[in-house]
């Protein structure tokens, strides 16, 4: 409680970092209820899931092996305390009603998903500021949380119920504590940094270069070599401790685990249709600039000035960052996300380079305008964004035409769910499937009887419900995981769709404009036929002539989406309201 006081007092005098952080708080707190109840971010619908099974099984042993466990745990124990929050507030009658909410309206569920993210987002750009400030100088710590503020990635990042919020805090928590080594070393201060090393590695495995800070400090800080041998062996059993804290079933299921960590290793060597690098090496330097703007340069700037520095600290945040940039610049699959583990130390770097300049300039009417032209240009960018958060999506307007024109019952064919509108199926939770068949069957009743409430449809998957044998050759030529699934999860052929008679058909430009923009595959991978098979059916759709355009939803300037297209098959009947 004292320190709760002591830190309320210290943000009371200071004012300029109160303002950074009220900032900090706004730009990732506004917007958070985007598209609710339904949901348009791929990857959240995973990561709940994964946190919500575990009550489903009882167990602690994660769902989906892709990624580590910490950061389900958490998730896990925030919806835990929304649990009981609501039972004592009557939203809940019980665990069934709680399950059956999700399903019917989830709202509550991504709030309070996200919100955690916005708060943590807003930590770590306080513990850079700490960082900053405690190590190089305050002016240094004020620029550092700055730069992560008005970082349009780390904002962006910060909105979603995904890992790489909490990503961002750990990893800046470790190098505040393996910089802190640095300074007094100590083995507990070592093993500490290990632990938290540890932690962040089991939130997200692109956090591992984590180590070679680690493993510097030790060599800096002793001076026999026997000494140096102890004291990394000591921080990396510290590291190994931290990482099976937070996921503890990659010892109990370690064949789960390795397996899916070999699919992401196809997966990011691979690449993704639409999502090639088409800058090999350098690709993560041009994703800086690309998304952050202004603040990018000072981030890759600050990289740039540190090689030439000499100051130990820097090198330490330095073996953290160049090694993380280099190893993923030859990934195949590109993403901004993949470099939020070195955000923090990049603002870091950043905010000592800008400190630098700005000391240069001696006028302060001078400093005051490269102020506003560093931080103008991203925060108008993230204003939009966030602007854009609150206004209606283009699939809610396709799902509001829907269930206003096409006869509830009706079967409609889609590739992704939340490319599309978020229509109400109930069969999709009564399919044999592994999430299906963790629900009970009270709760299926309950979402059955919902059905008869409000607009339902029957969606047909286009990759699951029409599965299609892959080449028995290409598939033994290949043992990518990976790849195997792509070959695997093949779109069908548009004839095929019209001879099930499936009267309707949703294309969504988040599913088809990767076969027509961006960086192509190699003609000799199967990634090519992955590619091929996708273009060749969105060719069929948007220019054949089985189809019927019924109505489209394009987003405009100020509201997001993809442009959504609904189609009537010719050949099969359909009946509109």
């Given at each position: 409680?004292?320190?709760?006081?002591?830190?309320?007092?210290?943000?009371?005098?200071?004012?300029?970092?109160?303002?950074?952080?009220?900032?900090?708080?706004?730009?990732?707190?506004?917007?958070?209820?985007?598209?609710?109840?339904?949901?348009y971010n791929s990857d959240e619908p995973f990561n709940v899931v994964n946190a919500l099974a575990y009550g489903a099984k009882q167990s602690l042993e994660p769902t989906y092996h892709v990624y580590p466990a910490l950061y389900s745990y958490v998730l896990l124990g925030v919806y835990g305390l929304y649990y009981g929050a609501g039972l004592l507030a009557g939203n809940f009658s019980g665990p069934i009603d709680f399950g059956s909410t999700y399903f019917i309206d989830a709202?509550?569920?991504?709030?309070?998903?996200?919100?955690?993210?916005?708060?943590?987002?807003?930590?770590?750009?306080?513990?850079?500021?700490?960082?900053?400030?405690?190590?190089?100088?305050?002016?240094?710590?004020?620029?550092?949380?700055?730069?992560?503020?008005?970082?349009?990635?780390?904002?962006?990042?910060?909105?979603?119920?995904?890992?790489?919020?909490?990503?961002?805090?750990?990893?800046?928590?470790?190098?505040?504590?393996?910089?802190?080594?640095?300074?007094?070393?100590?083995?507990?201060a070592g093993a500490m940094a290990g632990i938290l090393a540890g932690l962040a590695i089991s939130t997200k495995y692109n956090a591992g270069f984590l180590i070679l800070p680690l493993i510097l400090t030790s060599c800096f800080s002793a001076m026999r070599p026997t000494a140096i041998l102890r004291s990394v062996c000591l921080n990396l059993v510290a590291v190994a401790c931290g990482f099976f804290a937070g996921s503890p079933y990659w010892l109990l299921s370690f064949a789960s685990y390795w397996a899916d960590l070999k699919y992401t290793l196809g997966h990011v060597s691979s690449g993704m249709v639409g999502h090639i690098a088409a800058l090999p090496g350098v690709w993560p330097l041009w994703e800086l600039v690309f998304n952050d703007w202004t603040v990018g340069l000072l981030l890759v700037s600050g990289v740039f000035f540190a090689l030439f520095g000499r100051d130990r600290k820097s090198v330490l945040l330095?073996?953290?960052?160049?090694?993380?940039?280099?190893?993923?610049?030859?990934?195949?699959?590109?993403?901004?996300?993949?470099?939020?583990?070195?955000?923090?130390?990049?603002?870091?770097?950043?905010?000592?380079?800008?400190?630098?300049?700005?000391?240069?300039?001696?006028?302060?009417?001078?400093?005051?305008?490269?102020?506003?032209?560093?931080?103008?240009?991203?925060?108008?960018?993230?204003?939009?964004?966030?602007?854009?958060?609150?206004?209606?999506?283009?699939?809610?307007?396709?799902?509001?035409?829907?269930?206003?024109?096409?006869?509830?019952?009706?079967?409609?064919?889609?590739?992704?769910?939340?490319?599309?509108?978020?229509?109400?199926?109930?069969?999709?939770?009564?399919?044999?499937?592994e999430e299906s068949n963790l629900l009970p069957t009270a709760m299926k009743e309950e979402l059955l009887a919902?059905?008869?409430?409000?607009?339902?449809?029957?969606?047909?998957?286009?990759?699951?419900?029409?599965?299609?044998?892959?080449?028995?050759?290409?598939?033994?030529?290949?043992?990518?995981?990976?790849?195997?699934?792509?070959?695997?999860?093949?779109?069908?052929?548009?004839?095929?769709?019209?001879?099930?008679?499936?009267?309707y058909l949703i294309a969504s430009s988040d599913n088809y404009r990767r076969y027509f923009e961006g960086q192509l595959p190699d003609k000799s991978s199967p990634l090519w036929y992955s590619y091929s098979n996708g273009r060749a059916f969105y060719e069929s759709v948007l220019h054949g002539d089985r189809l019927q355009l019924l109505q489209e939803f394009s987003p405009g300037a100020w509201n997001l989406g993809p442009k959504i297209s609904i189609y009537k098959s010719k050949a099969a009947g359909g009946e509109e309201n």
């Open positions: 409680m004292d320190k709760i006081k002591q830190l309320t007092a210290s943000l009371t005098r200071d004012r300029l970092l109160l303002v950074i952080l009220v900032s900090a708080c706004v730009l990732r707190v506004c917007g958070i209820w985007y598209g609710l109840p339904s949901v709202s509550g569920f991504y709030l309070t998903g996200r919100f955690l993210s916005a708060v943590v987002g807003v930590a770590t750009v306080w513990l850079v500021f700490v960082i900053g400030r405690r190590f190089f100088s305050r002016q240094t710590g004020y620029c550092a949380a700055a730069l992560l503020t008005f970082s349009y990635a780390h904002t962006d990042l910060s909105h979603w119920i995904l890992p790489e919020a909490l990503l961002a805090l750990l990893c800046s928590w470790a190098l505040f504590q393996i910089l802190r080594f640095h300074d007094q070393p100590s083995w507990q330095l073996a953290f960052i160049v090694p993380t940039l280099l190893y993923l610049g030859f990934w195949n699959r590109s993403g901004i996300h993949y470099l939020t583990p070195i955000y923090p130390a990049l603002a870091v770097l950043g905010g000592l380079f800008l400190h630098k300049v700005l000391l240069r300039v001696q006028n302060p009417i001078v400093q005051k305008v490269a102020i506003l032209l560093f931080f103008l240009p991203v925060f108008l960018k993230i204003g939009w964004q966030d602007f854009r958060l609150t206004r209606e999506d283009s699939r809610t307007a396709a799902k509001n035409w829907i269930e206003n024109n096409l006869k509830t019952g009706s079967l409609i064919a889609y590739e992704n769910y939340v490319y599309g509108p978020n229509l109400f199926d109930p069969s999709r939770f009564t399919k044999n499937t919902e059905s008869l409430r409000r607009p339902s449809y029957r969606l047909v998957n286009l990759r699951k419900d029409f599965r299609l044998k892959a080449l028995d050759r290409m598939r033994a030529e290949n043992s990518n995981l990976y790849l195997k699934q792509l070959l695997e999860s093949r779109l069908p052929r548009l004839s095929s769709v019209a001879q099930s008679e499936v009267p």
